[in-house]
């Protein structure tokens, strides 16, 4: 059972414009979000975080929205750029879980010139 | 410094066959996750090693799958009798191993497992 899920396998977004990747789940004792991107043939890498105490983080043209009571956050990319192009997938843990993270299936940006 | 790295990159084999997945965490991490991606899935943890402590082998998906980590460090993951199911995008990760849900985790590049 999917306890991350990111139901938009695909987006696409030009230049310059506001990119929106949202993520959904589903355990409400999930208290730390991550957002990782992946590029083709490399391992994911950390983008940002959330911890559920806070509603928002931003870094640089990132931001990430948490809204517990409807459990979802999304992320934010403003002003998009071609090399944003990625898939990114969002993440979840939790204090009492196992010692690991619980990923979305991803969403590929494509970022058009 | 050097990152995570993993070997081999790809690996084909036939099924009924063994297989063995390497991994080097990042010098100083204590924690080292194994997880996988297969087509269409998000990445799917499988175990997770922590120290000196018992590994959370909780996300294995049958008693195929087994791992170690020697000496803290270099960890492999066994697949026994491979089947077609098992190919998948096998990613290692390492963290510093505080607060093991809240750390980033540092990916490897991943090995491309096809089982024929």
């Known amino acids: 059972d999917q306890q991350v899920k990111q139901n938009s396998p695909s987006l696409s977004v030009q230049e310059g414009r506001i990119s929106i990747l949202n993520c959904d789940y589903t355990?409400?004792?999930?208290?730390?979000f991550l957002w990782y991107k992946k590029y083709p043939a490399e391992g994911p890498t950390f983008l940002i975080s959330?911890?559920?105490?806070?509603d928002k983080n931003e870094d640089g043209r990132f931001t990430v929205f948490l809204n517990k009571s409807a459990k979802h956050l999304s992320l934010h990319i403003v002003p998009s750029q071609p090399g944003d192009s990625a898939v990114y997938f969002c993440a979840a843990s939790s204090p009492t879980g196992a010692n690991n993270l619980f990923f979305g299936t991803g969403t590929r940006l494509t970022v058009i010139p | 410094g050097a990152g995570v790295s993993q070997s081999p990159s790809n690996k084909v084999t036939e099924k009924g066959k063994d297989v063995e997945l390497r991994c080097d965490p990042i010098?100083?991490?204590?924690?080292l996750y194994w997880y996988r991606q297969s087509l269409g899935q998000g990445l799917e943890f499988l175990i997770y090693f922590q120290g000196n402590s018992a590994p959370d082998k909780s996300g294995l998906p049958s008693d195929r799958f087994s791992a170690e980590r020697t000496g803290g460090s270099v960890s492999t993951l066994t697949i026994q009798r491979t089947q077609q199911e098992d190919s998948a995008v096998y990613l290692c990760?390492?963290?510093?191993?505080?607060?093991?849900?809240?750390?980033?985790?540092?990916f490897g590049p991943g090995t491309r497992l096809l089982v024929l």
């Open positions: 959330i911890s559920s105490i806070k």
């Open positions: 355990n409400s004792m999930f208290d730390y």
């Open positions: 010098s100083g991490h204590t924690a």
């Open positions: 990760a390492s963290s510093l191993g505080g607060l093991a849900g809240a750390e980033t985790q540092y």
